[in-house]
């Protein structure tokens, strides 16, 4: 299933798709279907357009001041970028979180020996985080999975701190919030903010990287969108 998760969206992004259209076009000798792949590329490529559909994934969020957090009884670190740790560790050392999750983020082909929880809990460790303050849950590859996880080992009726990027945040809120757990996201990095120049309109290897990313991003939200809405009938 991690290989569904993680390929096909893949294979589904705008440089494969794009790539797929030149290849038939070229192939069956069809203008259409090449044409229709560069103006993909471009439309992606376009700086301007990646910030727009960067500012459509990170609504409604905002940066937030720690101070201003309610305590809640667990501060959650999602894989996937070393930022996030940073960030709930200012959290929890002002009191706004009695203990601090972290997951085991790990792929199956991954070679790092260590997953990005156990990384993290060295760390606290060699900082003089006291051992019980941090949580770690078995190893996951995505953030459905470290829901599972997380229900494991803490109540239901827990409150939690999110700490993921905001383009991440309505996704993971959404999944923990369908399990069950009250949450109050905490996002720790913003993509937006770019000023318009001379150069938002030069297709960019950038601008298509973020527009990408994105595009996954609204994949993953609308995937488990359809698998809460179909659970009922499946079971």
Not at 64 to 88: E, H, P, W, Y
Not at 139 to 145: L, Y
Not at 199 to 217: D, G, N, V
Request: aromatic letters at 10%; one cysteine or more; charged letters at 20%.
């Amino acid at each position: 299933m991690i290989y569904f998760h993680k390929i096909l969206p893949l294979l589904t992004a705008p440089m494969c798709v794009v790539l797929f259209l030149l290849v038939i076009g070229l192939v069956m000798k069809r203008s259409a279907f090449s044409i229709s792949g560069l103006t993909i590329l471009l439309i992606f490529s376009n700086p301007l357009f990646a910030d727009w559909a960067i500012r459509q994934a990170e609504k409604p969020f905002v940066p937030i001041n720690i101070d201003s957090l309610q305590k809640s009884d667990f501060v959650v670190v999602l894989s996937g970028d070393a930022t996030r740790f940073d960030t709930a560790l200012r959290i929890l050392e002002k009191d706004k979180a009695a203990k601090m999750i972290v997951t085991a983020g790990k792929t199956p082909w991954e070679k790092k020996q260590l997953s990005d929880g156990h990384q993290y809990m060295n760390v606290a460790k060699q900082i003089g985080i006291k051992s019980d303050k941090i949580l770690i849950t078995g190893v996951v590859q995505n953030t459905e999975q470290e829901v599972v996880e997380i229900s494991k080992i803490i109540p239901m009726e827990s409150n939690l701190t999110l700490v993921t990027s905001a383009i991440h945040m309505t996704r993971a809120k959404m999944l923990f919030e369908n399990a069950g757990f009250e949450t109050v996201g905490f996002p720790n990095k913003f993509f937006t903010g770019h000023k318009t120049t001379p150069m938002s309109f030069i297709p960019s290897a950038l601008a298509l990287h973020r527009s990408s990313k994105i595009y996954r991003e609204f994949q993953g939200r609308l995937f488990y969108r359809l698998k809460h809405f179909l659970k009922p009938l499946f079971g």
